[in-house]
């Protein structure tokens, strides 16, 4: 059974850095898609960055500020959060894919105070 595990949230000023991290554990297969979303209060959840085989993307609201990147063919990547704003308050969350089979963790909260 896969396990996705968050870690690295917590509170931060206005102009601050966090740096979240996602562990998949269960599966000796690498996984295909680890992508970052993020649910505000009272707001749907969001996509906010993705890593596939070296290729990267980002929602725009993020780009120049969040860098996700990847343990060489490891399941873990990073989510380096540069430059927050009250805005980028949220529970993250990691989402692992294996072909078809998706998994999720159990989000970190960040809060950016202004």
């Known amino acids: 059974q896969v396990q996705v595990v968050e870690s690295g949230g917590g509170l931060v000023q206005a102009g601050g850095s966090l740096r979240l991290s996602c562990v998949a554990s269960g599966s000796t297969r690498t996984a295909d898609i680890i992508g970052w979303y993020r649910q505000a209060p009272g707001k749907q959840r969001e996509w906010v960055a993705w890593v596939v085989s070296g290729f990267t993307n980002y929602i725009d609201s993020v780009k120049g500020r969040f860098t996700i990147s990847r343990d060489n063919d490891k399941n873990t990547v990073y989510l380096q959060m540069n430059s927050l704003q009250p805005e980028d308050t949220a529970v993250y969350y990691c989402?692992?894919?294996?072909?078809?089979?998706?998994?999720w963790g159990r989000g970190t909260q960040v809060t950016v105070a202004s």
């Open positions: 989402n692992v894919r294996f072909g078809s089979s998706e998994y």
